[in-house]
């Protein structure tokens, strides 16, 4: 299959760009000197004297032609234009372009070599490309810059941005929650002045916030500002952690406030009958109780302890983890289906409330802390909690997982009924942390080929990393399909025999517009951060650079539709038109999470290495019990 393939003249005029400039009797003279013409008559007088005879003959036709010019942009100049003037008078420039040395030929290869070759530019391009992925990770630290000067010029001390009307909000209870979400990326950045003026207030103002403040929810107070004290302590050298800041307060800063919240976050715990804690807690007043209709989160309550497990190491005292671990141990007796659990749960008898079960929001990160709190205290003795995701994977597999038709995207849909009742092809955003949850549970960390050589994985692994791949790219195809490349909240699927019917996602081109479905309350975008988070645990556990390139079509789009001139990032509220209306609001995930994974997916492998370090659910960094070093 390797012979080689003439060059007709076809392909000389038409397919290499070199040749495209050049007029058609440069070609015939070029041809003609490398022909077998030239190579006959140049072995007689005659003949040498018929070749120069020509030489000059072609050269006077090229001295007095005056045709269109063609101009590098491939539009025809007249000669009465300047440059068409200088260039038909120019006999000298004329003369230098007819005897330059003919452009090389590119080399001659069949198909298959041109395949192979192309295939092989294409990866080189992708694995050596070192400096455009740094290029590309400048422009996401840039992005965050971005958003955290909208966030300091308009909401400082808010917990959250208005970018458009340019106020601050306090969603979160009012604890500065963008700031303490935002300062581990910045550290993890190196944006030293983001680190100096998110820490300096966290020293300044923090302390009194938490004793002065009322209502906060334990979850999300939890996961984004003790996990975001956590992981600054540990990033800015606490406990011979990170690379010891020199901007900023001391890490003992933030361990003394994560622990000061912490010893009233414990209430909703210890004031609760049963081990599964209520859902709110009044700061100033160190009380809990639970949401006004009486039930707790499932993922809510069994997101807690990674954090709470932290502090415990660090400060010596076991109450945080003792309680927090309480939950989990409780509902390892609890009745699941195939490891399955409903979405509440009720903090007065502990038992889950109704049959309604998802991955998406209140039972995703139930799954996603089964595995990292195994993987964080790998060696002691968990291992019910391995059990407990290693049956609820393979209850996802036979009870959620179905693929879409006409063109097979794997989804993971809901069983609002319980499993006796309808499936529903419903699949939130949110559901897009799993294809990182079940690459990091099939190698823990390691890249995939490492594993394989060193037969780490068994079958299991090798499905559910199979998996994660599938689901990761439905959650990029839910990204393309829209008009502006981004996600709605929502998607449905159409499948076999059930077919949904209603509007695409806008794009025309996208492979998958039938197979998705975006119903209009569905249609906006936080900002989220699942589907980038999930593909930087599988760039980092495969090493195939389509997740680098999918992540940064993601970032684009962001960057397209969601930045504000004034500063920050705003939340939309439909993302199947053009242009997408703006909600005025920027989500303190933006900074805490999505910014963060894509900077990492487009960052060194050794940047928090996945075998050393466990994100908890904000992206916050947490090391692995006597394993992690440096940064
Ligand atoms: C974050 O607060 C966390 O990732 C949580 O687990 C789910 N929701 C948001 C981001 O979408």
Redesign the pocket.
């Known amino acids: 299959m390797s012979k080689s393939l003439p060059y007709s003249m076809k392909d000389v005029h038409y397919d290499n760009a070199k040749f495209r400039q050049r007029s058609l009797i440069k070609v015939i003279t070029q041809n003609i000197l490398t022909s077998n013409i030239k190579r006959e008559c140049i072995k007689c007088s005659t003949g040498r004297f018929l070749v120069l005879l020509m030489i000059f003959g072609v050269a006077y036709l090229m001295l007095t032609h005056t045709s269109h010019i063609p101009s590098s942009d491939g539009n025809a100049k007249n000669v009465g234009t300047e440059e068409g003037k200088n260039f038909f008078t120019d006999g000298r420039g004329r003369f230098r372009r007819f005897w330059r040395k003919p452009p090389r030929l590119p080399p001659r290869l069949s198909p298959d070599e041109i395949v192979t070759r192309n295939k092989s530019i294409h990866n080189s391009d992708k694995i050596e490309s070192g400096p455009d992925w740094k290029v590309r990770q400048q422009r996401v630290k840039e992005a965050f810059i971005h958003a955290w000067s909208g966030y300091r010029n308009y909401a400082m001390g808010y917990d959250e941005l208005m970018p458009l009307s340019h106020r601050g909000v306090d969603g979160l209870g009012g604890l500065g929650a963008t700031i303490v979400d935002a300062l581990d990326t910045a550290m993890i950045m190196g944006v030293d002045e983001v680190v100096h003026e998110a820490g300096s207030w966290i020293e300044k103002h923090l302390p009194e916030r938490i004793d002065a403040k009322g209502q906060v929810n334990l979850f999300?107070t939890t996961?984004?500002v003790l996990g975001g004290l956590l992981s600054a302590y540990h990033l800015s050298g606490g406990e011979h952690g990170g690379n010891a800041s020199t901007t900023g307060p001391k890490p003992a800063v933030y361990l003394d406030n994560a622990r000061n919240l912490a010893d009233r976050l414990l209430i909703a715990f210890t004031s609760s009958p049963s081990a599964i804690p209520f859902s709110d807690v009044v700061l100033r007043d160190r009380s809990a109780h639970p949401a006004p209709n009486g039930l707790s989160s499932t993922?809510e309550v069994s997101?807690l302890q990674l954090e709470f497990n932290y502090l415990s190491s660090l400060t010596g005292d076991p109450k945080y983890g003792l309680e927090s671990m309480k939950v989990l141990e409780h509902m390892k007796t609890l009745p699941k289906v195939k490891g399955l659990v409903p979405i509440y749960i009720n903090p007065h008898t502990g038992e889950f409330s109704g049959d309604n079960i998802r991955l998406g929001s209140r039972g995703?990160?139930y799954y996603e802390y089964l595995i990292k709190v195994w993987l964080q205290n790998r060696g002691s003795n968990l291992t019910y909690l391995h059990d407990m995701y290693e049956e609820s994977m393979k209850g996802v597999k036979e009870l959620l997982v179905r693929k879409s038709v006409p063109n097979g995207l794997v989804f993971v849909g809901e069983l609002p009924y319980g499993p006796k009742g309808a499936f529903s092809p419903k699949m939130d955003h949110?559901v897009c942390?799993l294809p990182g949850t079940l690459a990091l549970g099939a190698t823990k960390g390691i890249v995939k080929e490492k594993a394989m050589r060193e037969n780490l994985l068994n079958f299991e692994d090798l499905q559910n990393l199979k998996l994660a791949e599938d689901l990761a790219k439905t959650c990029f195809e839910m990204y393309s399909v829209t008009s502006t490349g981004l996600a709605p909240e929502i998607a449905y699927f159409n499948v076999e025999g059930q077919s949904e019917g209603g509007p695409g996602g806008g794009n025309k081109n996208s492979k998958y517009v039938d197979d998705i479905i975006i119903k209009p309350a569905d249609r906006h975008n936080?900002l989220?951060?699942?589907t980038v988070e999930s593909l930087f645990v599988l760039f980092r556990i495969t090493e195939d650079p389509k997740y680098r390139e999918w992540g940064w079509e993601i970032f684009e789009a962001f960057e397209k539709y969601t930045k504000v001139d004034s500063g920050g990032y705003t939340s939309l509220d439909d993302v199947t038109v053009l242009p997408p209306h703006r909600r005025d609001k920027m989500?303190t995930?933006f900074l805490g999470?999505t910014l963060k994974y894509l900077y990492l997916l487009f960052a060194d492998r050794n940047v928090i290495p996945l075998d050393k370090y466990v994100f908890n659910?904000?992206?916050h960094p947490l090391p692995i019990q006597g394993n992690a070093g440096g940064k």
């Open positions: 999300e996961i984004r993922a997101t995703d990160s949110l942390f936080l989220r951060p699942e989500e995930f999470e659910t904000e992206a």
